[in-house]
């Protein structure tokens, strides 16, 4: 599978971005996508997850309330609604896919199968 995000910017806090990733190539064995990040020297961080067939989401504590994850099927493509933005969400933000071989505490914290290439959030007044 191959993904391919978009939709990163500068914008001010208190704003609103909306990211997508097209997944593409073989997605049969797809259980999870979802959102990380990472901020400049810093390790890639758990966002959010959605299970594939079910549409299951999960947060992290750092955007609920102010992020939504959601998938469109037909277009193999997910979509990570950011509203309120804060300068720490400041971070190139990477969708990735999971193929759900290990627990999803596990994905969260040590990431995704496979990754798309990132995409720069910037949030500065």
């Known amino acids: 599978v191959q993904l391919q995000a978009s939709g990163g910017g500068l914008v001010q806090p208190g704003d609103s971005l909306r990211l997508s990733c097209q997944a593409s190539?073989?997605?049969?064995?797809?259980?999870?996508m979802g959102w990380f990040r990472q901020a400049p020297g810093d390790e890639r961080t758990f966002v959010s997850i959605i299970s594939w067939s079910e549409g299951h989401t999960w947060y992290a504590d750092s955007v609920k309330g102010r992020f939504t994850i959601s998938r469109d099927k037909a277009n193999n493509t997910i979509y990570l609604q950011m509203n309120n933005l804060k300068l720490e969400d400041t971070a190139v933000y990477f969708c990735g896919a999971d193929s759900a071989t290990r627990a999803l505490w596990t994905t969260m914290t040590y990431g995704m199968d496979v990754w798309g290439k990132g995409t720069q959030v910037t949030v500065s007044s």
């Open positions: 190539g073989d997605t049969t064995n797809v259980v999870y």
